[in-house]
């Protein structure tokens, strides 16, 4: 069948390219309507290049418009880093140097765009086409029910979980939304004063909610996630913290949002540190209320058993993380190296670029743990990440052909040259060292290995589990 198509409709061109024709049959004008979702929900993954064009193509990964909004002023077929900020608009500019590239070239790929690894389903083409015709569409309707498992899925309450669903759906009362309902003047903050109001602002992105995450384990995390909209957020924060952290990043929400309205409503300014402590207590409390005591105090017998243990004998253990400054778009990588008596060899630092997202750089902070180990010859090693996503792609667990893939492969090639090298996944409680070199390395201009005489300030980060 696909060979008569071809001889008749696209034979001298591809499948992506072919025209309507005269006088279609009805197969292949079903055929081609359905070609219009595989044009509007793929993209391709750069490898040399030479098959993207770079104004026509579907190429730029962000949630809609996957081609450049600036005007044309390349020649098609050519972007060269030092002419991107010259000749792309901002925002597109900001994307374009984010993509993650191959270390040696590689062909071209298609990959389907809404898919968190970059493979196609029914499900999600299916949503793709009712988008396309229905664009007013409630959101509840075009997105999968799995992207609101982040909400849906927490042990909190449930007029929390509502909250959070409303907020995501950008149905919360901000002074944006009832600005454009005509209810108010002005659509600014009325706390900080500085930008419009929307969910985003109002619960992250305030010099007020600010203040709030700062007092939380969750700040830097919170702060390179900035400028998406909530669900993305959510689901960013989902793939590098555990589900209690979740539990409590939801319940901050609903906290700072209660106290806006205790300063809109009643003039008040509460202090951060309620807003806080009244997040945890609820968390806390309905954890109670729904785990029985018996299995609260086994479990938390258990919690405290629970802590870093150092390699067999012969062998060293790689904790790595990563941290993200998303203001000047740059990353820091951490490493800290113990043998088998838990006695740090090792700690290394890397400033770097921040591409691709939060995933990205935790495999680029493993193949960073790779290189420090390798050329400190502490082999044979143990590499530890609190990113599970990464560890299942790394361990063939999962598969991705986004552009995680390069980082992934390279990282594999790492594991079969080297031989006796396993990684596996940590809690975060687990990995505190080397997130805090992570975010210390944001601090360094390039890169330090210390084998010893370690700085003060890396000293004290050292002795964090101790």
């Not at 043998?339 to 670029?353: E, L, P």
């Amino acid at each position: 069948m696909a060979r008569v198509l071809k001889a008749k409709y696209f034979k001298n061109s591809s499948f992506m390219d072919a025209k309507l024709g005269s006088n279609p049959s009805f197969v292949w004008r079903s055929i081609l309507w359905g070609r219009q979702i595989i044009h509007k929900g793929s993209r391709w993954r750069i490898g040399n290049g030479e098959q993207v064009y770079v104004y026509k193509s579907n190429w730029i990964p962000r949630p809609e418009n996957l081609k450049p909004l600036s005007i044309q002023t390349l020649h098609p077929n050519s972007v060269k880093e030092d002419v991107i900020s010259q000749n792309f608009s901002e925002e597109d500019a900001a994307r374009i140097k984010r993509i993650i590239l191959p270390s040696s070239p590689q062909l071209d790929q298609l990959i389907w765009h809404f898919d968190k690894h970059g493979n196609y389903s029914i499900k999600s083409g299916y949503q793709l086409s009712l988008r396309l015709k229905s664009p007013d569409l409630a959101s509840s309707s075009d997105l999968s029910k799995t992207h609101w498992k982040i909400i849906w899925s927490m042990e909190i309450p449930e007029k929390i979980k509502i909250f959070m669903w409303r907020a995501a759906q950008n149905m919360l009362s901000t002074a944006y939304n009832l600005w454009r309902r005509k209810a108010i003047k002005e659509p600014m903050c009325g706390r900080c004063s500085k930008e419009k109001e929307d969910g985003f602002h109002a619960l992250i992105g305030c010099k007020y909610a600010n203040k709030v995450w700062k007092l939380t384990d969750f700040h830097q995390n919170m702060k390179m996630l900035a400028q998406q909209d909530l669900l993305s957020t959510l689901q960013e924060m989902g793939k590098i913290a555990s589900r209690k952290d979740m539990e409590l990043i939801i319940a901050t929400c609903w906290s700072i949002w209660s106290s806006k309205n205790l300063f809109i409503f009643k003039g008040k300014e509460e202090d951060a540190q309620i807003s806080v402590g009244r997040a945890a207590a609820v968390v806390e409390s309905y954890r109670r209320i729904k785990i029985p005591a018996t299995q609260t105090v086994s479990q938390n017998q258990s919690n405290n058993q629970q802590t870093w243990l150092p390699p067999p004998n012969g062998w060293y253990k790689v904790n790595v993380d990563a941290a993200i400054r998303p203001s000047n778009q740059t990353a820091g990588l951490g490493v800290v190296i113990r043998d088998s008596r838990a006695k740090v060899v090792a700690a290394a630092v890397q400033n770097t670029i921040y591409k691709g997202d939060v995933e990205c750089m935790e495999a680029e902070a493993i193949n960073f743990g790779i290189q420090v180990a390798q050329s400190t010859n502490f082999l044979p090693m143990i590499i530890e990440s609190n990113s599970k996503g990464v560890v299942d792609l790394a361990c063939n667990r999962k598969g991705s052909i986004t552009e995680i893939f390069w980082k992934i492969a390279t990282i594999q090639d790492s594991l079969k040259r080297l031989g006796r090298v396993q990684i596996q996944h940590v809690p975060r409680s687990f990995n505190r060292i080397a997130h805090g070199l992570a975010k210390k390395a944001l601090e360094y201009v390039s890169s330090a290995v210390w084998l010893g005489n370690y700085p003060d300030e890396i000293l004290l980060l050292l002795t964090i589990d101790s």
